[in-house]
């Protein structure tokens, strides 16, 4: 008979027995990748279940296409357009590789699905916790939906994941992706300001900032010139001055709320642009005061990141990390537009910690409660669309809340990341002088 000192057999140690396997299964690449079909399989065909809200904006990036294939009549080279030149690059590619409708959704999932698979494979080798990083990233994934898969920002994010995955020790290559990342849709730019803040020195940024980003612009900006889209590769600046306070927007959210007892504010579709926007002058002022609030914003949060950076040289990478959280957080909540997608854009940099962070207390507290309210901002942000967009258009009490408590919890995640950067930039590391 064992004696009770002999816990071998005892209930917790088989329990500990279990959990410990049951991890070994978890974090083993088979798992890993059967987690990748499940989840973007049931993201596809949540798709095609939403149809047109979700590959709406692949058929447009279809028309675009093939208008220019068959016509000769080009975005940016035939006239101003909403997007940077770079996203023509893969707006192209399906239609090379099929000729219908059908097809052309096809190829962009399956393009967006293998443009993740990489990020994931050099998100699950990421040491020390890459392999449970992917498994909060597919959560991330799963929690928003399928507007992601349907929309640029479905190639984005995994540029931006790989970015910061490689950011403190390749630099130089990190602000290549970023810069191809911009010039395909503005938001990767968010990296590229939080690289050139933590450089350690002028030569570092020249080095590895300036030079590849300069390099990828002088590539694009002379595809343009050879074109002779000159005129227009820099309008997408101010196409995006000419838009209205969109309804999901951060900034909107007092009047989509006040519609609930005020029924003269107005929720009207521009079919210019294919969105809904918030009119009235009151909403105009507060769309002018986003067009100088964002880059302000941008601005300084960028100095904040500087600073920080230079007073704590030892925890640089998580820096780098709040930065490109912090950017890319006020991107969406000083942004008059408020797509679902662009929430796309802030799953990265947490996948990014995750991967990279340490067991230290202090970056499980920089880094816990941000992954768990960017799971719940995705969550919410499926619920808002397409889940109850019709119900959330329409004011109705139910959407309108949840559309408000997303809003706020954007806010407060972005508070929450100055804030960590702030406390980083009190407590300066302290220096051992040779005696």
């Keep these: ?16 027995d ?57 975005p940016v080279f035939g006239y101003d357009w909403v997007y940077p030149l770079g996203a023509l690059g893969p707006m192209a590619v399906p239609a090379l590789l099929s000729s219908s409708s059908d ?20 998100l699950g080798r990421a040491r020390p916790h890459g392999r449970a990083a992917v498994w909060f990233w597919l959560a991330f994934l799963a929690a928003l939906g399928p507007i992601w898969i349907g929309r640029l920002d479905g190639l984005l994010a995994p540029i931006i994941l790989v970015a910061l995955l490689v950011a403190v020790r390749r630099p130089a290559v990190a602000m290549t992706l970023a810069t191809i990342g911009a010039w395909i849709k503005i938001a990767p730019g968010a990296v590229a300001l939080a690289l050139a803040a933590t450089s350690s020195d002028v030569r570092r940024l020249l080095r590895t900032v300036v030079l590849p980003g300069a390099a990828v612009t002088a590539v694009v900006v002379g595809v343009a010139f050879a074109g002779g889209g000159q005129d227009n590769v820099l309008d997408v600046f101010g196409e995006q001055g000419e838009r209205q306070l969109q309804v999901e927007a951060v900034g909107a959210t007092p009047f989509t709320v006040a519609r609930l007892w005020d029924p003269s504010i107005r929720v009207e579709y521009d079919d210019v642009i294919y969105t809904y926007e918030v009119l009235g002058e009151a909403p105009d002022a507060v769309a002018q005061a986003l067009d100088v609030a964002l880059p302000v914003a941008a601005l300084l949060l960028a100095a904040l990141v500087w600073w920080a950076a230079r007073r704590r040289p030892d925890r640089v990478g998580d820096v780098l990390l709040l930065g490109a959280t912090a950017e890319l957080l006020a991107l969406i ?58 119900e959330f258009l329409g004011g109705w009490p139910l959407a309108t809340t949840v559309g408000a408590l997303r809003n706020a919890l954007l806010v407060v995640l972005l508070v929450g990341v100055v804030v960590r950067l702030v406390q980083l930039t009190r407590t300066r590391r302290a220096v051992s002088r040779p005696r």
């Excluded at 002999?6 to 088989?14: L, M």
């Excluded at 909540?333 to 679902?340: D, E, I, L, R």
């Design 333 to 390: 909540v000083f942004n008059k537009v408020g797509s679902p997608q662009f929430i796309a854009w802030i799953g990265p940099p947490l996948a990014a910690a995750i991967a990279l962070g340490s067991r230290s207390q202090g970056t499980r507290r920089t880094w816990f409660l941000p992954a768990l309210g960017t799971l719940v901002v995705a969550r919410l942000t499926m619920e808002i669309y397409p889940i109850r967009y019709g």
């Design 103 to 122: 097809g052309y959704s096809w190829v962009w999932m399956i393009l967006v699905t293998l443009a993740n698979a990489v990020a994931v494979a050099l």
């Design 18 to 74: 279990v959990l410990r396997s049951a991890t070994r299964v978890l974090r083993s690449w088979p798992a890993l990748w059967v987690g990748f079909l499940v989840v973007h399989g049931w993201i596809i065909v949540q798709a095609w279940v939403f149809g047109g809200q979700i590959l709406g904006d692949v058929g447009l990036y279809e028309w675009w296409v093939r208008t220019g294939m068959n016509d000769g009549w080009w």
């Design 1 to 16: 008979m064992p004696s009770p000192s002999d816990t071998s057999t005892t209930p917790r140690t088989r329990g500990a």
